[in-house]
């Protein structure tokens, strides 16, 4: 058996893909869902690769070779749950879900008779893997809008790993296509860039995905209603008589109770401080006041921050204290949010007064 340089990229994959599946498989953590998703598309990789490499093996098989496109109508499903499994607290694995692998079904059914798909209808894997690719991101700008409307703390939207591993995906696949439809894009010795591609994107989802176990806290049904909320009344903006009482009372309840230094306060949780139904206290923040939850508390922070970096009753009191003790958690969103309310950056804004 003589092995190419080229072959050796495919083996590593199938060895990486293996490895780390059996690692996230062995996970009991609190991503458990989550990592079982992750370690099935590993898996499927690693299967794939291989069916690719068998002729290394000496394992070549008609089998194999008729059903090779059909890993890519198993990897878009699994990717785009495995996103649900991070967006959603309580996501549960449904018989239902198993419809969304029937094309691959079909084509390794067909397979086992003799008979290759891949050949008439292999390239439709590509309009599936967008498909899912299209739908995984719908869900994070859903996600994205449900925390803005009920949640208070930037931290929570962070999906910039989701984000990233998406991405790498999608470069990879469009290597993919350039390869299949237009021209080689095999480098040195034979040496396939979409083959590197998948050994980078391997890594990213392993290093990445185990080194951060707790990304996303995750949004409920209650959450996702909350947040449709606004998009559900038809009532005019402006608040009627009772409704200015009521949010006099809310912002006076704000400014006296200090409650926005919580990082993790929610819509719920003031409602249940203001002994308010969450839906109304939603209401009257998005159609009354014309914001979402998040800026709404926002705006608390950052006047107390203000007041804070002008006001110093302590000299060596730093911006990253005032930033905790104000209520936010990630000093990138704080100098974000401080920026757009004030048109200054928190250190800009203290020199400023300082030298007033």
Excluded at 121 to 139: C, H, K, N, P, W
Excluded at 319 to 343: A, D, P, R
Aim: net charge neutral; charged share 15%.
């Amino acid at each position: 058996m003589i092995v190419q340089v080229s072959d050796i990229v495919p083996v590593f994959i199938v060895f990486q893909s293996l490895l780390f599946a059996i690692v996230l498989l062995t996970d009991n953590g609190p991503k458990r869902t989550s990592n079982r998703f992750l370690a099935s598309f590993l898996l499927v990789l690693g299967l794939q690769f291989f069916a690719l490499a068998s002729d290394i093996f000496n394992m070549e098989s008609a089998f194999l070779e008729a059903s090779f496109c059909a890993y890519g109508f198993i990897y878009g499903p699994l990717l785009f749950f495995y996103s649900r499994t991070l967006i959603y607290k309580t996501f549960q694995f449904r018989g239902s879900m198993l419809l969304h692998l029937i094309p691959a079904a079909l084509f390794i059914f067909f397979a086992a008779l003799g008979n290759s798909l891949c050949s008439p209808f292999g390239s439709l894997l590509y309009l599936s893997l967008f498909s899912y690719i299209t739908m995984a991101v719908r869900e994070m700008a859903g996600y994205r809008k449900v925390i803005r409307d009920t949640q208070s703390s930037n931290a929570q939207i962070d999906l910039k790993w989701l984000q990233w591993t998406i991405l790498i995906f999608s470069f990879t696949l469009c290597l993919d296509m350039v390869d299949h439809f237009l021209v080689s894009l095999d480098i040195a010795a034979g040496i396939s860039s979409i083959h590197l591609a998948i050994l980078v994107l391997i890594n990213w989802i392993f290093y990445k995905g185990l080194k951060q176990p707790q990304i996303f806290l995750g949004i409920s049904k209650s959450d996702e209603m909350l947040a449709a909320n606004k998009l559900d009344s038809h009532v005019q903006d402006i608040p009627s008589e009772e409704e200015v009482e009521e949010l006099y009372r809310i912002k006076e309840f704000m400014q006296s109770s200090q409650v926005y230094t919580n990082a993790e306060l929610s819509i719920t949780e003031l409602a249940s401080k203001l002994d308010l139904p969450p839906r109304k206290l939603s209401y009257l923040i998005n159609r009354k006041l014309n914001q979402n939850f998040m800026s709404f508390v926002n705006h608390y922070r950052i006047e107390m921050a203000k007041d804070r970096l002008t006001n110093m009753s302590d000299s060596g009191e730093t911006i990253l204290e005032i930033m905790y003790e104000v209520g936010f958690n990630s000093k990138s969103s704080f100098n974000t949010t401080f920026k757009q309310n004030t048109g200054f950056t928190p250190s800009d804004f203290r020199k400023n007064r300082i030298n007033s």
